[in-house]
């Protein structure tokens, strides 16, 4: 079964509000997701049959859910703020469009599995596996805002920008931050190595649908997602 993250005691994950992300109004993301104990928000994973649903539904309900691991004894938490969903049918871009290929097999498999794939040569990137198994679908995590262990994600990254909105604000650069590669792949969901813990819901009227970015194929399909304003 997935742990949670009851019983963390001092190494629990506390906000401390010293990321920078700035909303256009002036007002800090940041500051008002820190004004409360994150541990308070993450006292459970989110079970596997949350992932066993419509793929579109799911990537919208992960806005404002909460994506905690633990890197060389330093736990890091980040919320994610932008999503998008890949389907199984009427999906060009979707890996699993040609059925369960080996590189697209796992998205066929149990929901609350962790996808990583190699792009470029160069980069990782994160997804959740979606709907039950035998049918296929997989929600790519596009953007995080940065809550806890910011310092440790600046050297997983070797960032040296003042400017901490561009530190986690691509779901490359989401993946150096938080020391994800391919050895997850394949994983279920679950403490320490990576969770995807309960938040504040964020109202659909909080959430921006829109057309995907950075494929060539069924760019126009409306399945990114990410928050207001943030």
């Not at 049918?89 to 498999?109: E, L, N, Q, V, Y």
């Not at 190699?118 to 596009?142: M, P």
């Not at 400017?163 to 931050?177: D, E, Q, R, S, Y």
Request: aromatic share 8%.
């Amino acid at each position: 079964k997935t742990k949670c993250l009851h019983g963390l005691g001092d190494e629990g994950i506390n906000a401390k509000g010293n990321g920078k992300s700035r909303r256009q109004d002036g007002e800090s993301t940041c500051a008002r997701t820190s004004s409360v104990n994150t541990a308070s928000h993450l006292n459970q994973c989110l079970p596997h049959f949350f992932f066993e649903r419509n793929t579109v539904r799911v990537a919208k309900d992960l806005i404002g859910k909460y994506l905690v691991r633990k890197v060389d004894s330093q736990w890091l938490c980040a919320r994610i703020v932008e999503t998008e969903a890949y389907l199984e049918k009427g999906d060009p871009a979707a890996h699993c469009r040609r059925g369960p290929t080996p590189r697209a097999k796992i998205m066929f498999g149990p929901a609350g599995l962790i996808y990583v794939y190699f792009i470029y040569g160069n980069y990782f990137l994160l997804n959740f596996v979606t709907e039950k198994e035998g049918s296929a679908g997989a929600v790519l995590v596009r953007a995080v805002e940065p809550i806890d262990g910011i310092q440790k994600m600046v050297e997983l990254r070797n960032f040296n920008k003042k400017n901490l909105i561009h530190l986690t604000n691509g779901p490359a650069k989401l993946v150096l931050a938080l020391g994800i590669d391919g050895s997850l792949n394949g994983k279920p969901l679950g403490l320490p190595h990576l969770a995807v813990c309960d938040g504040l819901k964020v109202h659909d009227s909080q959430i921006i649908a829109t057309t995907r970015i950075g494929i060539s194929k069924g760019e126009a399909l409306p399945f990114r997602f990410y928050e207001k304003m943030n």
